[in-house]
């Protein structure tokens, strides 16, 4: 069975300082050097210690696992879209998608008939035949069309580079037949901007259709064979 030793102290000193530590260094050397003697006191405190060594590293170590985690949950939370952020990029690949299919549509899209040529909302079709001008009105209401009206400058000068590249009179949808002198259009509208040659019309000869020439218009017998232009709107490209 252990004894226990209970070594002789030196005098009690109340030295503190070096003293103190060389006094305590001196008995544990005693200590370490007595045989079979066992201090009960200094073990149950040296147990005490590491025990609450061992408890303080567990709970630091518990906390840090928290801190961790309550950081990952933060970081993950703060990368997660929120249900607007989701609304919104659903919204945005859904206007990608219709804008493509826009431009998918309107590539494939026509707004005139084949050989008919578009310009400004509009659809023009330059005959390849001849034909006096009421035949000409016909040829174009049946299509469902008109004889041309021209409203602007610029119109005037887009329906001229077709006269540059053929060469060729054409009937315009302008005539003084009902009432000499005043010209209206096919619609019954009458005239407001023209483009005569100088001197025209002269009526020279009962002239009462114009035609249109690469310097402007002129004033014809109704019965003369000329080449014609068609008109009608254009037809809307489909859009979602």
């Given at each position: 069975m252990a004894e226990i030793c209970d070594p002789k102290e030196p005098e009690e000193k109340t030295w503190t300082g070096p003293v103190l530590v060389?006094?305590?260094l001196g008995l544990l050397r005693?200590?370490?050097?007595?045989?079979?003697?066992?201090?009960?006191?200094?073990?149950?405190?040296l147990l005490f210690v590491s025990l609450g060594f061992f408890m303080l590293l567990v709970t630091t170590l518990v906390q840090v696992s928290r801190?961790?985690?309550?950081?990952?949950?933060?970081?993950?939370?703060?990368r997660r879209p929120t249900a607007q952020e989701k609304?919104?990029?659903s919204l945005d690949k859904f206007l990608q998608q219709m804008t493509w299919m826009n431009a998918t549509l309107a590539g494939l899209c026509h707004p005139c008939p084949w050989h008919w040529e578009f310009f400004q909302g509009?659809?023009?079709?330059?005959?390849?035949?001849?034909?006096?001008w009421k035949s000409s009105l016909s040829a174009c209401k049946d299509i469902g069309a008109q004889l041309?009206?021209?409203?602007?400058?610029?119109?005037?000068?887009f329906l001229k580079s077709w006269y540059v590249r053929y060469n060729k009179a054409t009937w315009i949808g302008l005539s003084d037949d009902t009432n000499e002198g005043s010209w209206q259009w096919v619609d019954n509208s009458p005239?407001?901007?023209?483009?005569?040659?100088?001197?025209?019309?002269?009526?020279?000869?009962?002239?009462?259709?114009?035609?249109?020439?690469?310097?402007?218009?002129?004033?014809?017998?109704c019965t003369v064979e000329n080449a014609w232009?068609?008109?009608k709107p254009s037809s809307p490209c489909p859009m979602l």
């Open positions: 060389e006094r305590d005693r200590l370490r050097n007595s045989p079979g003697c066992l201090t009960w006191p200094l073990l149950l405190l801190i961790h985690q309550s950081l990952q949950r933060e970081r993950e939370t703060s609304i919104q990029s509009r659809c023009y079709l330059f005959s390849q035949t001849q034909s006096d041309v009206i021209i409203n602007s400058t610029a119109e005037q000068k005239l407001q901007l023209s483009f005569w040659k100088e001197g025209e019309p002269n009526n020279h000869g009962d002239e009462d259709c114009a035609e249109l020439h690469n310097d402007g218009w002129n004033d014809s017998k232009i068609c008109e």
